[in-house]
């Protein structure tokens, strides 16, 4: 696979087939492609935790019993910016009105909106879960060496033929992930992921995302 198709060939994927399994020594494989990432005087701040099982049904319970109560939790970092203004708040509505409109999910209806949003939790049906951590003594350099790291294990996920969804939706609830993740209070929670082989009949796996053209955001300066 070439590298530009690995990148412009990756999407967020929201439908797995859950029979079909990826083993720890996959999951390390494609760790160590991605640990190949650069950081700032190579420190490389990662911690990964990979869940299946019952571990991930805990995290799965627990999450969706929560976001199903009402509870929005908080989270222990801004992902977002605080005040949404143009032009993000039209980008983020475009994507969310997008996948919302292609599934048919009523946005005045809760009940249809949280039904959606809840497979979050489920890892989409994924069969394995990953869990990104950094410790909080480490400064914004170090997220940005985590960006690039996230990125490549999602490329050498698709050279393998898995796919993945990283997810800021467990963020909100780090104080029920990292207990069942036996995490110590030094790490923050980064990140959620699901990670498996694509349902190619899920309706939601044929959403695409739009980009901006280079022109749109590049300067050019003589
Ligand atoms: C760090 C990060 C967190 C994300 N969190 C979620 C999430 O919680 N749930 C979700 O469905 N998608 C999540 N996404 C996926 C984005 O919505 C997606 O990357 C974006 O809309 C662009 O679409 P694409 O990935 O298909 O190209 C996340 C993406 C990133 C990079």
Redesign the pocket.
Known sequence: MRVSDAITG???I?AFLSDKTVSDEQVASLLNVAARAPSGSNIQPWHVYVVRGERKAAITEACSARFLNGDEGAYEYH?YPRAWREPYIGRRRQ?GFGLYGLLGVDRQDVASVQGYRVQ?YQF?GAPVGLFFTIDRDMEQGSWLDY?MF?QSFMLAAREAGLES??????CPYHDSVMPLLGAPDEQML???MSLGYADPNALINT???PRLDARDFMTVLD
Do not use: D, E, I, K
């Open positions: 990756r999407q967020s929201r992902y994507t979050n989409f960006g996230l969804c990283a997810q800021a939706a467990f980064v990140c959620g959403y695409r995302t």
